[in-house]
């Protein structure tokens, strides 16, 4: 077994970056980061970007509305950044509180600026094969990670497990495309698919993004299949002073014995989304500096 060291390619991604932005003619690439309420992982998830995106050499404008902002006040002030000249990206935190539309919320980003890649317009692009948009980052994280560490999908079985717009949907259209690196054979598994096990055994290359923790365990795959673990969940721990662990989708311990290569959590797509997206902000400027 083999460890996909996410934290290590996150880094050089982040080197890159780095000298990439300093390169940069003009003003610094701006992040606009909109986050709403305090959900505890949301909080972390916002703190990281920001300290990241000032290692590269990104500004980013934290905005902090109320808990009980409306959806039309919320369509205003992201209307606002986006006539606004000097923001290259917009990522507007989820998970949103109940009363507000998060896939409105996506839409509403100017697709010029939707770093985050949720846009209907540039999910369009993936299924196009059109890179003049943005790919969504745990997805383009998840290519980034096979490709440097030498998986190519071609010709390989690649198994989704989960169906969502941020993770499921996009990375299966990513596996599919005719292009160097994918070219895979994809199945969409989720919920209510039957017989799940003995679809999950016949992948080569096993994506779990199904948000349920240890899902994934030993009797679900065949030896030699390459395990991306987008999940990470918070269970309870009484041993840690957090009071909780983070754990996967996959039971790390039964199953990494018998994969080729496999995914950490913590340390595994998690540092990759967050490269990825300063990865859409440089772009965001470049496309911004063209025009």
Known sequence: MSLIDGNAIA??????????????????????????GEDPASVSYVRKK???AAAIGVDSRIILPAVTITQGELFTLIDDLNADPGVDGILVQSPLPKHLDEVAVFRRVAPHKDVDGFNTLNLGK???EDDTGFVSCT???I???????????????????????IVG?????????????ANGTVTICHSGTSNLPAITRQA???????????????????????????????????????????TGDVHFASVAPLAAQITPVPGGVGPMTVAMLMKNTVKARRASSAE
């Open 11 to 36: 880094a050089r991604i982040i080197a890159e970056l780095t000298a990439e932005v300093a390169a940069l003619p003009g003003r610094r690439p701006c992040l606009a980061l909109v986050r709403v």
């Open 169 to 181: 949907k996009p990375i299966a259209l990513l596996a599919l495309q005719k292009r160097a690196g």
């Open 204 to 246: 080569d290359v096993l994506i779990a993004a199904i948000g349920r923790p240890d899902f994934v365990t030993a009797d679900m795959i065949k030896p030699g299949v390459v395990v991306i673990d987008v999940g990470i969940n918070r269970v309870a721990d009484a041993t840690k002073k957090s009071g909780y662990r983070l």
């Open 126 to 128: 993936v299924a196009q």
């Open 139 to 141: 997805p383009a994280g």
């Open 50 to 52: 920001e300290q990241t």
């Open 143 to 165: 290519m980034e990670l096979l490709a440097r560490s030498g998986v190519d999908l071609k010709g390989k079985h690649v198994v989704v497990l989960g169906r969502s717009l």
